[in-house]
């Protein structure tokens, strides 16, 4: 059973971050170090000093200018307001600092839940999954389920033993949509260096690219369309002209990490970022 359109919209809304609703968690709860990604160190469950009082970022438009490059390229996949709306029904943990710890551990737990709904969302979307659509959809509840936890509960979940389980789905969904693609296996080894690397205008078509380190790769022109890219590192890569239309598990995260132009072609879920032109 596939979703329509309208279910798929609502879908990407609720899986996505709406900072609104969110009472400033990513720019609080997780620490940063002074690196490249941004400019100064924080410990987790400080309040960054870019952020505001109303929960808004001060630098915003300029976070790259300004040496936070790291939030920009960051996704809570909707767990911010999942969090501060319906798991502590709108409490703000400033007027509550026994909360607030509690809170800002539960977060990047749901942060992960909230990622892997992704996957599976986009999962049970694709027409070549039809023969796994229960299992998707059980997973999904599952997941949904796990999401709806007290704060307690959710800081008892066995996360690595979760993830494994939907990773299981997630490969065959890759194999499955990979399955037509002749020579996939020989067009690139994800697990060889390729810090760097020049590909400009490879065929990639149905490679597996699970977390492979294309920081700084130049994959311009290159095919890759039916590509599974999940957890790949697109730092700084190079994705001007790249068909990317049909690519697997592709974030927006990973697209705001990479440079592209007007001819590089998106999956449509996904949005250009402001920094390539
Ligand atoms: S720089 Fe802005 S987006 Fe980044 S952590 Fe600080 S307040 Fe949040």
């Keep these: 059973m596939s979703q329509s359109l309208t279910d798929m919209d609502n879908i990407q ?28 160190n924080k410990d987790g469950g400080t309040p960054c000093p870019n952020l505001q009082s109303d929960y808004r970022c001060g630098i915003h438009k300029d ?60 999962a049970l979307h694709l027409e070549h999954t039809d023969s796994i659509h229960e299992d998707l959809q059980i997973a999904i509840e599952e997941t949904e389920n796990l999401t709806n936890l007290s704060p307690k509960s ?35 080894d994800r697990k060889s ?35 599974d890219l999940i957890g790949a590192d697109f730092r700084d890569a190079n994705i001007c002209g790249a068909n990317l239309e049909g690519s697997i598990f592709l974030t927006q995260a990973q697209v705001n990490a990479a440079n592209g132009d007007a001819h590089t072609i998106l999956p449509p879920a996904l949005r250009i970022p402001d920094h390539w032109y």
Aim: charged share 20%.
């Design 63 to 122: 976070l790259r200018e300004k040496g936070f490059r790291g939030c920009a390229v960051y996704e809570c996949f909707g767990a911010g307001q999942k969090v501060s709306q319906v798991t502590y029904d709108g409490n703000d943990w400033r007027n509550d600092k026994a909360l607030a710890k509690e809170m800002f551990n539960v977060f990047p737990i749901m942060q992960q839940l909230h990622e892997m709904l992704y996957f599976l969302y986009e």
């Design 193 to 227: 260096n390729l810090f760097g690397a020049n590909l400009i205008g490879a065929d990639l078509r149905g490679a597996n690219l699970r977390g492979a380190i294309l920081i700084a790769a130049d994959l311009s022109n290159t095919d890759m369309r039916e590509t």
């Design 13 to 40: 809304n609720k899986l996505s971050a709406d900072c609104e609703n969110c009472f400033g968690l990513c720019c609080v709860a997780l620490p940063y170090a002074k690196s490249a990604d941004f400019a100064l």
């Design 154 to 188: 959710i800081l008892d979940i066995n996360v690595s033993e979760h993830r494994a389980s939907v990773n299981t789905l997630l490969l065959q969904t890759s194999e499955l949509v990979r399955a037509t693609i002749p020579n996939k296996e020989t067009k690139i």
